[in-house]
T-cell receptor, first 112, second 114 residues
């Protein structure tokens, strides 16, 4: 059974500083997704990482994928209050109808 | 931009009642999924549906749950006899075909069982 673990579960950030969220998964997969969720809202797709070594950047967020280590990271540069949300990684099980298995989420709170 | 829609946005029901949650997929999408998220917890896969049949289901998706596309457009999730622990946010997601990778999520239906 595929397991996806994120850490930390909660991250209190100071504006202007850099932070990293980690996502480990237990089986081979070449597809990893990062989503953002605001309270009471749906999942907003941030990044789709499709191959080993993939790196994607959007604004202050950068995601990378190391399939050999089964690790993805979401790096936040110079945090701002607007980035406060819960971030989920999810792994695509190709052999299981492409169902997504999600990590437990990282709740991010950016303080002034 | 095309989007997945879900109705209702919030459903309150009494324990033991049947509920039907509805999803309108993006046009031309062929793969459909239901996920749920209990308040404050992670998103969990329930079921995937393709070519009018279930392709994968989780342990959560027991005999109380069923899915169908009754009219070729809506994709529904039925819970036959709701329990308190069914209270959650239910998300529909759809995907174009087997070779595409991104699932598009709807806004969700908040189900409250009292």
């Amino acid at each position: 059974e595929l397991k996806v673990e994120q850490n930390p579960l909660f991250l209190s950030m100071q504006e202007g500083k850099n932070y990293t969220i980690y996502c480990n998964y237990s089986t081979t997969s070449d597809r990893l997704y990062w989503y953002r969720q605001d309270p009471g809202k749906s999942l907003e797709s941030l990044f789709v990482l499709l191959s080993n070594g993939a790196v994607k950047q959007e604004g202050r967020l950068m995601a990378s994928l190391d399939t050999k280590a089964r690790l993805s990271t979401l790096h936040i540069t110079a945090a701002v209050h607007d980035l406060s949300a819960t971030y989920f990684c999810a792994v695509d099980e190709l052999a299981a109808g492409n169902k997504l298995t999600f990590g437990g989420g990282t709740r991010v709170l950016v303080k002034p | 931009e095309p989007e997945v829609t879900q109705t209702p946005s919030h459903q309150v029901t009494q324990m033991g009642q049947e509920v039907i949650l509805r999803c309108v997929p993006i046009s031309n999408h062929l793969y459909f999924y239901w996920y749920r998220q209990i308040l404050g917890q992670k998103v969990e896969f329930l079921v995937s549906f393709y070519n009018n049949e279930i392709s994968e289901k989780s342990e959560i998706f027991d005999d109380q749950f069923s899915v169908e596309r009754p009219d070729g457009s809506n994709f529904t999730l039925k819970i036959r006899s709701t329990k308190l622990e069914d209270s959650a946010m239910y998300f529909c997601a759809t995907k174009w075909d087997g070779s595409s990778y991104e699932q598009y999520f709807g806004p969700g239906t908040r189900l409250t069982v009292t």
